[in-house]
């Protein structure tokens, strides 16, 4: 799904226009955005939490030419998913499974 997939699908099941749909969505993600630069934890009940990791400066290689290269540390963002979207997932995809295996009996 695409951000533009997103919007229509929010335009269809509100009733606003894809216009007021598009700036719903560009809000949202803005001030997720926001909140992960500004070192805060971002949670959607039901959905997953977004958070900003460290990583630690690391000596790495060049695969081209074998050279050390420092790495310097940096910070990243983080999604983990909740246990609900994790068994939806799940769920959705054994449901999958299981229609392919009892198809081919």
């Known amino acids: 799904m695409t951000k533009a997939d997103l919007?229509?699908?929010?335009?269809?099941?509100?009733?606003?226009?894809?216009?007021?749909?598009?700036?719903?969505?560009?809000?949202i993600l803005e001030n997720i955005g926001r909140a992960l630069c500004s070192g805060d934890k971002v949670e959607l009940r039901g959905f997953g939490s977004f958070k900003v990791k460290e990583r630690r400066?690391?000596?790495?290689?060049?695969?081209?030419?074998?050279?050390?290269?420092q790495v310097p540390a940096k910070r990243v963002p983080y999604f983990k998913a909740s246990n609900?979207?994790?068994?939806?997932?799940d769920k959705e995809n054994s449901g999958a499974e299981?229609?392919?295996?009892s198809s081919s009996i």
Do not use: F
Not at 7 to 27: F, Q, R, Y
Not at 57 to 69: D, E, I, L, S, W
Not at 98 to 101: I, L, M, P, S
């Open 98 to 101: 299981d229609a392919t295996a």
């Open 7 to 27: 919007v229509e699908a929010i335009s269809e099941n509100t009733g606003l226009s894809k216009k007021e749909a598009g700036v719903v969505v560009d809000l």
């Open 57 to 69: 400066a690391r000596k790495a290689r060049n695969p081209r030419t074998g050279a050390a290269v």
């Open 84 to 89: 609900d979207l994790k068994s939806l997932v």
